[in-house]
């Protein structure tokens, strides 16, 4: 090993290090946000797939929570935390075939420092968590094949199969890896195309992507007609597609999109000093493609800016080879200024919540907090205690039937609702309404017993997320009550208020969202 190898060694030792202890931090002060929740219910009803995602994400929380047996905001996040961790070292290892370990040390800084691989999918637990790691896994091998082809066996044709698969089992970007790929060998290694291990790898994928298949096939093809009314608008929206290209500007930290961004412009010169000038080649096919896929998709329908941000990984590296090269010593100021941005925006933020709160949002009283971020990690703590309380003096006066049951008709704040308040008061869930607006929680609904006639249950509606419960659920009970208020504050400041409604004797069984169960 040489000298320059150890010294990155070590440097990048104390960066996974400490980004993970920070992170644990973070954990403890930011609550759950709406998707987390959410990802919540495909650890309570595993399946081969879910409504909108692969099942990946749902068997990861069942890991790093023990079965649901430890549930909090860390064992939640702990997975996506050390997957962000192990794909910060594949990253330097594939820096080091590259060009050498200053040039992977540059590139796991960017992972780093990014907003979207080191705090959105590093920290918050998303499909994507999980999917990077995998990413990150399956690019290592590609330029490992492509570097050192006589060192490139059978074991690792089946390693890059699975880790695409796997990549894919936890959101279906996971195929572009194979779209990249199959373009690099196409373009650049036709003569790849007559070797078995191409097909064996691909078959490999093909295997791990069979309980989605399955699970469609049970469900109609559920996830590709919803996905489909999402890429099915008419006309160019060059509104959509600003939103598009500057919130990947700002997810992927505006610093860390500069460096890329320079390192692209001088690709021919990031190709005379790597290792191998066809692994840039890959690595391109492995990041544009995607990026201009849904840069193309933004014109014509709402996209969101993280949609890109695995694109990106190729382009980390690409960065690492060009600013490894820029100087002789040390790193790049503007990377360390990357990273002191990344660092500032976090704690600017922490301060804004904790210290120096303020209504950022609706101050009107029917919608107050709406667009408010702060509402969206804080808050459901306190109104659980307080809403425990509501349903203890409920009990005791027999203001409500015994366990009267939570309904949402929404899968925000149907998240919040299930971890933070119904499940530590073993209350049932039970959602009212269409599929498109309840998403998994149809699947719930028929894991168990559902409302019956002449049961009272409770309705929550944050000022944040206003909804009108008579509207919703007036078909159903007799009446519903003035609802009680219990506002969150925060240093004096009212940040928003949560209503919490009685429904009084159910008069009319709502229909089922999924139809009779199988």
């Known amino acids: 090993m040489s000298t320059l190898t150890s010294t990155y060694q070590k440097k990048l030792f104390w ?11 973070l954990s403890y002060f930011v609550e759950l946000g709406n998707d987390e929740v959410y990802y919540y219910t495909y650890a309570v009803q595993s399946d081969w797939n879910h409504f909108d995602h692969p099942p990946m994400v749902g068997w990861m929380i069942k890991l790093t929570t023990l079965n649901l047996y430890w549930v909090s905001e860390l064992s939640m996040r702990i997975g996506a935390i050390i997957a962000s961790a192990l794909a910060t070292v594949v990253i330097f290892e594939t820096g080091i075939l590259l060009k050498n370990a200053k040039a992977g040390f540059i ?194 329908n709402p996209t969101l800016p993280h949609w890109t941000g695995p694109g990106f990984i190729a382009l980390f590296l690409i960065a690492g080879v060009y600013w490894g090269n820029y100087t002789s010593k040390g790193i790049p100021n503007l990377l360390k200024w990357a990273g002191g941005l990344l660092g500032g925006l976090i704690i600017a933020f922490l301060l804004l919540v904790y210290t120096f709160p303020t209504q950022l949002g609706s101050a009107k009283i029917e919608n107050l907090g709406e667009y408010n971020p702060i509402n969206d990690v804080t808050g459901w703590r306190h109104f659980s205690k307080e809403f425990e309380k509501l349903v203890t003096q409920d009990r005791k006066l027999n203001k409500m039937s015994l366990n009267a049951p939570i309904v949402i008709n929404k899968w925000f704040p149907g ?44 309705c929550i509606v944050p000022s944040n997320l206003p909804s009108n419960p008579q509207q919703v659920y007036g078909p159903y009970f007799e009446k519903i009550l003035t609802p009680d208020t219990i506002p969150i504050k925060m240093k004096g400041v009212v940040l928003r208020n949560f209503y919490v409604y009685r429904l009084k004797y159910c008069k009319q069984l709502p229909p089922s969202i999924l139809g009779t169960k199988k």
């Not at 960066?15 to 931090?25: E, S, Y």
């Open 415 to 458: 998240g919040h609702i299930l971890f933070y308040t119904a499940t530590p008061m073993q209350l049932k869930v039970i959602a009212i309404g269409n599929i498109e607006d309840v998403h998994k929680f149809a699947w719930l609904n028929q894991e168990q017993e559902g409302l019956k006639i002449g049961e009272d249950a409770y």
């Open 15 to 25: 960066l996974v290090g400490i980004t993970v202890l920070l992170k644990m931090v």
């Open 107 to 300: 590139a796991a800084l960017l992972y780093s420092f990014s907003i979207y691989t080191s705090i959105i999918a590093g920290l918050f637990v998303l499909p994507d968590s999980p999917q990077l790691l995998f990413f990150t896994l399956s690019i290592y091998c590609m330029v490992k094949w492509v570097s050192k082809p006589f060192t490139f066996k059978f074991d690792d044709w089946i390693l890059l199969g699975l880790f695409i698969g796997l990549a894919t089992l936890s959101k279906v970007h996971g195929l572009f890896l194979w779209a990249g790929f199959g373009a690099f060998i196409l373009f650049h290694k036709i003569e790849s195309v007559k070797q078995r291990n191409v097909y064996v790898a691909f078959l490999v994928t093909v295997i791990c992507i069979l309980p989605i298949i399955f699970w469609n096939f049970q469900n109609d093809f559920i996830t590709y007609t919803f996905h489909s009314k999402r890429v099915t608008h008419s006309g160019i929206s060059l509104d959509s597609f600003l939103q598009q290209v500057l919130g990947e500007f700002i997810y992927q930290n505006p610093l860390v999109y500069v460096v890329c961004l320079i390192a692209l412009i001088n690709t021919r010169k990031v190709k005379l000093i790597a290792n191998s000038k066809a692994a840039i080649n890959l690595l391109l096919w492995l990041s544009l493609p995607l990026i201009f896929t849904f840069w193309l998709l933004s014109l014509f």
